[in-house]
């Protein structure tokens, strides 16, 4: 399985930008994707997620909102399209997937705990005026 994050770059705050996660060589007949971030000094967190299991997602409390997942299985990408960007949205961003499709999901407890098996580069997205 092979990840690649793109679409990252610079912005204004309160502008929109749209990161893609391109996948090959994905044979996972059950997944979960979730897309990842690092700012500056700081622990990476978890920012949003995707199932398989019924296109479930799960959001971070600091991006509910206002940033978006999808999918787009033709294409095999997954998209993460980021709007009312804040400069604390800066960071490098990363996605990820795993065969647990359980990962993503808020049913059991933080969903961000858990250590996917395959991460694509990360594409930097910086905020600011």
Known sequence: V????????LVQPGGSLRLSCATSNFTLDY?????????PGKE???VSCISSSDGRTVYADSVKGRFTISGDTAKKTVYLQMNSL???DTAVYYCA?????YYC?????????YEYDYWGQG???????
Not at 2 to 9: D, I, K, P, R
Not at 97 to 101: F, G, L, Q, T
Not at 105 to 113: A, F, H, L, R, T
């Open 2 to 9: 092979q990840l690649q994050a793109s679409g990252g770059g």
């Open 31 to 39: 997944y979960a994707i979730g897309w990842f971030r690092q700012a």
């Open 44 to 46: 990476r967190e978890g």
């Open 86 to 88: 804040k400069p604390e």
């Open 97 to 101: 997937a795993d065969s647990s499709y």
């Open 105 to 113: 999901s808020d049913d059991y407890g933080d969903p961000w705990i």
């Open 123 to 129: 594409t930097l997205v910086t905020v600011s005026s």
